[in-house]
């Protein structure tokens, strides 16, 4: 059975630090892998989706990486600012499902 | 840019109720979903459908049910409501087998069953 985890559970950093959020996955043959930003009692945002054949995937000051030999991805903030504030989920698809697999999330915390 | 809509932010219901969620896209998905996201559990896999009149059971159906009569539209029914129903619903959809296409999601009902 698929696990994701994202650890930590809560982020918080001072405004224009480049920054990490990590998510590991036990199952290796995955489909792809999202990461998605949610805002306080809203739904949620895509940010970035990585096919299981890619190594990486850009917009803006948003990276994310996969390695899934080692069952990890990271998504890299790049100076980060307050507006950034969110709760950032990492799910990923297996192969032959339909279904997304989701972390629990990163609260980031941006001050000022 | 694809839309899922529901059609309602917040609700509020009494204990016993039949309640009907509505999740509408229009982007041609073949796939629907329903989650609910409760703290420290996470997003929950309720129910899916990958075809009109075709349902699968996700993680935790019970006390639920589904219905996709038309392609657009995915309606989750909560047949009697309980105050441990009460929980964020989300709805999503997506292409089937892409790798390269994900999830969109609405911006979700806040449901408190009272």
């Known amino acids: 059975k698929q696990e994701v985890t994202q650890i930590p559970a809560a982020l918080s950093v001072p405004e224009g630090e480049n920054l990490v959020l990590n998510c590991s996955f036990t199952d290796s043959a995955i489909y792809n892998l999202q990461w998605f930003r949610q805002d306080p009692g809203k739904g949620l945002t895509s940010l970035l989706l990585?096919?299981?054949?890619?190594r990486e995937q850009t917009s803006g000051r948003l990276n994310a990486s996969l390695d899934k030999s080692s069952g990890r991805s990271t998504l890299y903030i790049a100076a980060s600012q307050p507006g950034d504030s969110a709760t950032y989920l990492c799910?990923?698809?297996?192969?032959?499902?339909?279904?997304?697999?989701f972390g629990k999330g990163t609260k980031l915390t941006v001050n000022p | 840019d694809v839309k899922v809509t529901q059609s309602s932010r917040y609700l509020v219901k009494r204990t016993g109720e039949k309640v009907f969620l509505e999740c509408v896209q229009d982007m041609d998905h073949e796939n629907m979903f329903w989650y609910r996201q409760d703290p420290g559990l996470g997003l929950r896999l309720i129910y899916f459908s990958y075809d009109v009149k075709m349902k699968e059971k996700g993680d935790i159906p019970e006390g639920y049910s589904v219905s996709r009569e038309k392609k657009e539209r995915f309606s989750l029914i909560l047949e009697s409501a309980s105050t441990n129903q009460t929980s964020m619903y989300l709805c999503?959809?997506?292409?089937?087998?892409?790798?390269?296409?994900?999830?969109?999601f609405g911006s979700g009902t806040r449901l408190t069953v009272v």
């Open positions: 799910a990923v698809r297996r192969g032959g499902s339909e279904k997304l697999v």
């Open positions: 990585i096919q299981s054949s890619q």
């Open positions: 999503a959809s997506t292409l089937q087998g892409r790798a390269n296409y994900g999830y969109t």
